[in-house]
């Protein structure tokens, strides 16, 4: 069902503006000066303005509590950086990377497994976290011929939102809205194709709650049901930075398929746990590439026991 657009206020157009101002120098510039640009807003960012510097102290006190302060301030100023390295390089992959030398730039680790998988004729979910640049990464699977799709809630901003979405469409990329798309994503899952999901964002109160590092997480059941229920099989992918800017590597950390798939899985809390297992090895390994101000973990919250009436009367006699 579509939703009526959203009205367009001259606050959109400014900032749609200096998007688009932002979005051109960083394609102008070379990649070497786009990385030293990212060490200086990191610093900006990490120790000046201290942008969600609670969030971030608090996510790495509880993962590596054995981190002193001054590990956790090279660490955190390591994840800035990465993140405005990674916005230059979404910016850049376009103009840089084609179908002629994206070997150039790319490793493709279990290459053979993961072609057979991404070229074969069952759907397949691709679960990545807010790892890496898991952006570019489906560019690089739009450059090989491979379309992709994902679900994704509509930005505040309908210029930008309008933007990006063609974007990604002219390279195989193609968002469906989070309200109203069920048939569009079945229609998806029965055509064979290939769907991307983040697996570490917050699911609510209802979602499964699992061990994600250490801590409990809500995750969102459809993950899991997808592959119990529609057969479509699961990899557990990565796209993290390999040496140097713009060069990615990219692999899968597990396969959940259906046909394989052992007893101890099959059902939602079990395979839910499996994928945040093989997460948090990603993330272990490459911390540094990892969203710590990502307001993963929130509050598990306490059931409420229902007081039930006291039997009176005749039901009391009943009873």
């Given at each position: 069902?579509?939703?009526?657009?959203?009205?367009?206020?001259?606050?959109?157009y400014a900032e749609y503006l200096l998007l688009r101002l932002l979005v051109t120098f960083l394609q102008i510039i070379p990649m070497t000066w786009c990385d030293?640009?990212?060490?200086?807003?990191?610093?900006?960012?990490?120790?000046?303005?201290?942008?969600?510097?609670?969030?971030?102290?608090?996510?790495?006190?509880?993962?590596?509590?054995?981190?002193?302060?001054?590990?956790?301030?090279?660490?955190?100023?390591?994840?800035?950086?990465?993140?405005?390295?990674?916005?230059?390089?979404?910016?850049?992959?376009?103009?840089?990377?084609?179908?002629?030398?994206?070997?150039?730039?790319?490793?493709?680790?279990?290459?053979?497994?993961?072609?057979?998988?991404?070229?074969?004729?069952?759907?397949?979910?691709?679960?990545?976290?807010?790892?890496?640049?898991?952006?570019?990464?489906?560019?690089?699977?739009?450059?090989?011929?491979?379309?992709?799709?994902?679900?994704?809630?509509?930005?505040?901003?309908?210029?930008?939102?309008?933007?990006?979405?063609?974007?990604?469409?002219?390279?195989?990329?193609?968002?469906?809205?989070?309200?109203?798309?069920?048939?569009?994503?079945?229609?998806?899952?029965?055509?064979?194709?290939?769907?991307?999901m983040l697996g570490d964002q917050h699911a609510g109160n209802k979602g499964c709650w699992v061990d994600f590092m250490g801590r409990e997480a809500s995750c969102?059941?459809?993950?899991?049901?997808?592959?119990?229920?529609?057969?479509?099989?699961?990899?557990?992918?990565?796209?993290?930075?390999?040496?140097?800017?713009?060069?990615?590597?990219?692999?899968?950390?597990?396969?959940?398929?259906?046909?394989?798939?052992?007893?101890?899985?099959?059902?939602?809390?079990?395979?839910?746990?499996?994928?945040?297992?093989?997460?948090?090895?990603?993330?272990?390994?490459?911390?540094?590439?990892?969203?710590?101000?990502?307001?993963?973990?929130?509050?598990?919250?306490?059931?409420?026991?229902?007081?039930?009436?006291?039997?009176?009367?005749?039901?009391?006699?009943?009873?």
């Open positions: 069902m579509a939703t009526d657009p959203k009205p367009v206020r001259p606050q959109h030293a640009l990212a060490h200086k807003f990191s610093w900006l960012i990490g120790d000046v303005l201290r942008f969600r510097e609670k969030t971030v102290r608090e996510n790495l006190s509880q993962v590596f509590p054995e981190m002193s302060d001054a590990e956790q301030h090279e660490l955190t100023r390591a994840m800035w950086h990465h993140l405005f390295l990674m916005i230059s390089e979404i910016a850049q992959a376009s103009r840089k990377i084609h179908d002629t030398n994206w070997r150039d730039y790319v490793n493709i680790v279990d290459k053979k497994i993961m072609t057979e998988y991404f070229l074969g004729w069952r759907p397949v979910m691709m679960i990545s976290g807010h790892l890496g640049n898991f952006e570019t990464a489906l560019y690089i699977t739009g450059v090989l011929g491979i379309p992709t799709y994902a679900v994704a809630r509509p930005l505040d901003n309908p210029l930008i939102d309008r933007w990006l979405h063609r974007f990604r469409e002219s390279r195989g990329q193609f968002i469906l809205p989070t309200q109203g798309s069920a048939k569009d994503l079945q229609r998806v899952l029965d055509a064979g194709a290939l769907f991307s969102h059941k459809a993950v899991a049901l997808f592959t119990l229920t529609q057969e479509v099989p699961m990899i557990v992918s990565y796209a993290v930075r390999n040496g140097k800017p713009l060069h990615l590597e990219i692999g899968c950390n597990g396969i959940a398929d259906p046909e394989t798939l052992p007893a101890d899985l099959r059902d939602v809390r079990s395979l839910t746990q499996w994928y945040n297992q093989k997460l948090e090895e990603l993330v272990r390994k490459t911390p540094q590439q990892y969203w710590w101000m990502h307001r993963r973990w929130k509050p598990k919250p306490q059931r409420k026991r229902r007081n039930l009436p006291a039997a009176t009367g005749n039901n009391a006699k009943a009873a």
